[in-house]
């Protein structure tokens, strides 16, 4: 798992995202919003994550395990945590 910096990355796709009031903060909470949104809808009709997950679950949990590990000199944890995440989200067997 790859850290950006004081950027948002999906897919590739690197916005600076430095300040909250930038316009590029809003195209950039946009882009994020969409592209997890969608890949949430997909996973959803898949039948691989529960439906009463919503994208704002998800961008919760991606913040949480980025400031809960930000200092770490690793991705083991971060790693970890984004499994026990994921591992979560999944309908149940």
């Known amino acids: 798992m790859g850290r950006v910096s004081g950027a948002c990355a999906v897919t590739g796709v690197r916005v600076p995202c430095r300040s909250r009031t930038s316009p590029r ?20 009709q898949a039948g691989t994550v529960r439906p009463g997950v919503h994208t704002e679950d ?12 930000e ?3 690793d991705d083991v944890q971060a790693n970890r945590l984004l499994d026990i995440a994921i591992d979560g989200i999944r309908l149940p067997r």
């Open 25 to 44: 903060h809003d195209d950039c909470q946009v882009m994020i919003t969409a592209a997890a949104g969608e890949l949430l809808h997909r996973a959803q």
């Open 58 to 69: 998800l961008l919760a949990f991606v913040n949480a395990i980025s400031l809960a590990t």
């Open 71 to 73: 200092h770490h000199d």
